[in-house]
């Protein structure tokens, strides 16, 4: 059973949009759990972006997000969005969503708190 699945990526222009969709198992966003974003660009380690508790809608970003990425939640659809702007080459990775237990996740800044993860979705800025 395929518990998240990230879609949403492509090529994009230096300075363009794009937004990513996580659609996950349904007590992801019955119960108090926390998606979080995530990406790793080639030869880094997989960094934190941004999280959203899904359980209050309380969301929690990073530095990488820098306020150009937004998180939501459409739960009819049980599926969280990150909306990035304002996107830059270095922004270029595979984006995961991940989902943890607790709302709290969000806010600990521990990647070793998320059970599930998304398979990921490519995105490329180019310059």
């Known amino acids: 059973e395929v518990q998240l699945q990230a879609s949403g990526g492509g090529l994009v222009q230096s300075g363009g949009s794009l937004r990513l969709s996580c659609t996950g198992s349904?007590?992801?966003?019955?119960?108090?759990?926390?998606i979080g974003w995530f990406r790793q660009a080639p030869g880094k380690e997989r960094e934190a972006v941004i999280c959203i508790e899904t359980g209050t809608g309380l969301t929690t970003d990073e530095d990488s997000a820098e306020g150009r990425f937004t998180v939501t939640q459409d739960k009819a659809k049980n599926t969280v969005y990150l909306q990035m702007n304002n996107l830059r080459p270095d922004d270029t990775a595979v984006y995961y969503c991940?989902?943890?237990?607790?709302?709290?996740?969000?806010?600990?800044?521990?990647?070793?708190?998320?059970?599930?993860w998304g398979q990921g979705t490519q995105v490329t800025v180019s310059s």
């Open positions: 349904s007590r992801f966003f019955r119960d108090d759990w926390t």
């Open positions: 991940a989902a943890g237990l607790y709302g709290e996740t969000c806010r600990i800044h521990n990647i070793s708190l998320y059970d599930y």
